[in-house]
């Protein structure tokens, strides 16, 4: 039986960007579906009508979501290439890392953003978190060790989001001296070849984030007057 | 005969010891009234590895709970060989793949495994924080707000629970799984919950599955000696409501 695999995510979206990571990383040909989110379509409300939203992973016909758990299906249904790594404990920390990603260190980095660099709790909360991330690249090339692995793909969108970020409020979050280790994992992660092909238009998330950067202030102002 | 005696006894007392050092080789940081530390429990208890708790007290973190899991000094926290892991789940996940020959938690199958951790990852996400709500909500409007969403995501789940068991005793089939577990942990805060709102969200009438499936759930071997009373929590949630609250002014 022909093996049907179609992922929807949107062109922008670094959740969607792990799967497409994970898919190509152990060479799996999917049918890549960009939704528009403003106008959601009939499959993907009924492909994930608890949250509907992307990315979903159809496979044969039955789907997934969440990007955490869908990576962890990719890797548990095609053995070629393992992303997750064998020893039980190994696991339990790059699955709690991965978590601590999405749940603080994410939060954190937007809010710099959305605060321009310019709220002190909001850089000082967002330094902690990517200390404990930089402790964790001692000794190793990438977070997987000799290789990339499922916590590079869970923390990947920081190679990508961070110098966008920084570009458009002009601050250095991810600054070389106080984070060498991290500083040199987006180098690494970003060159590695089928990440480099995957990234989404430079300058289309550059005009995205500085106009929902534009957006936040305005309603802000809005909100004090 | 007085060699082989010997040998026996000492042969006894390595016995002996091994098993203590295996009981202390695996310490769980944790509190009797957390749901979260309870799942732990459940799991430890369905692999039968012994264990000792060490049992946080309200209003302090111990020195090994902040050694152990600096990033959020949140209970519960597995510590196996002096090795911490922290998050229930991740704790639960790790508990299955490290005694792989007992009893498996998660199911066999890879798409029924994502659809559990789909769901266990819903009910940490939405449907507690949404139980947690309803004490949290202030005027009668938020308060039926509250109760309603609690009750449309209980549906969600009595649903799920009908689909995920295909006619069998529990989420994971014939024996209790990850979702049981994930789900169960929460019951005493759920019965709390219907005692002081006054409102009834998993009986016969509203979720006749789920309503046969709590008691099971709680007849389990693995669980039954780590569910609390329901009145001994609702004492609890009273006593945190006052700590919360801080000294009177």
Not at chain 2, 42 to 68: H, M, P, Q, R
Request: with cysteine.
């Amino acid at each position: 039986m022909a093996e049907e695999v179609k992922l929807l995510k949107t062109w922008s979206s670094p959740f969607g960007l792990r799967i497409v990571w994970a898919l190509k990383l152990k060479g799996i040909h999917f049918d890549p579906i960009d939704e528009d989110l403003s106008n959601k379509s009939s499959l993907l409300l009924q492909y994930n009508p608890v949250y509907k939203k992307i990315p979903v992973l159809v496979h044969n016909g039955k789907p997934i979501s969440e990007s955490l758990v869908i990576l962890e299906y990719v890797d548990e249904t095609w053995k070629q290439n393992p992303l997750m790594p064998q020893d039980p404990y190994e696991r339990a920390i790059a699955r709690f890392w991965a978590k601590f990603g999405d749940d603080k260190v994410f939060l954190s980095i937007w809010s710099v953003f959305i605060k321009q660099g310019k709220d002190q709790e909001a850089l000082q909360e967002a330094m902690e978190n990517l200390k404990f991330l930089e402790e964790n690249l001692k000794g190793k090339k990438f977070f997987g060790g000799e290789k990339i692995g499922y916590l590079d793909i869970a923390l990947g969108w920081l190679a990508n989001l961070v110098s966008l970020f920084e570009e458009i409020i002009d601050i250095k979050i991810i600054d070389k001296e106080r984070f060498p280790l991290l500083f040199g994992w987006i180098q690494e992660f970003s060159q590695a070849p089928i990440i480099k092909e995957s990234w989404p238009p430079h300058d289309k998330m550059l005009t995205k984030f500085q106009i929902m950067l534009q957006n936040k202030l305005k309603l802000a102002a809005a909100e004090t007057n | 005969m007085h060699e082989l005696c010997s040998h026996r006894h000492s042969t006894e007392n390595i016995t002996l010891i091994k098993k203590a050092m295996a009981k202390s080789d695996v310490k769980l940081l944790g509190a009797w009234p957390s749901p979260y530390v309870m799942r732990a429990r459940i799991a430890l208890n369905v692999k039968s590895v012994d264990y000792e708790l060490l049992e946080e007290t309200l209003g302090s973190k111990s020195d090994l709970l902040l050694k152990s899991n600096p990033v959020h000094k949140k209970i519960p926290v597995l510590i196996h060989n002096d090795k911490p892991i922290c998050e229930s789940l991740i704790i639960v996940h790790y508990i299955d793949e490290f005694w792989s020959s007992g009893p498996s938690i998660l199911p066999s199958d890879p798409y029924d495994r994502a659809i559990a951790r789909f769901w266990a990852a819903y009910l940490d996400e939405k449907w507690y924080p949404s139980l947690k709500g309803i004490a949290s909500a202030q005027g009668e409007e938020a308060k039926k707000a509250a109760v309603d969403q609690v009750g449309e995501s209980l549906a969600l789940i009595e649903d799920t629970y009908v689909k995920l068991s295909k006619g069998k005793p529990f989420f994971g089939g014939e024996k209790i799984g990850y979702l049981d577990i994930a789900f169960g942990c929460f019951l005493g805060w759920l019965r709390v919950t219907e005692k002081t709102s006054g409102v009834k969200f998993l009986n016969e009438a509203k979720t006749p599955h789920l309503a046969k499936w709590a008691v099971r759930f709680c007849a389990d071997p693995a669980v039954k000696d780590v569910m609390p009373e329901t009145e001994k929590l609702a004492e609890f949630a009273k006593l945190l409501a006052k700590f919360r609250a801080g000294p009177p002014k």
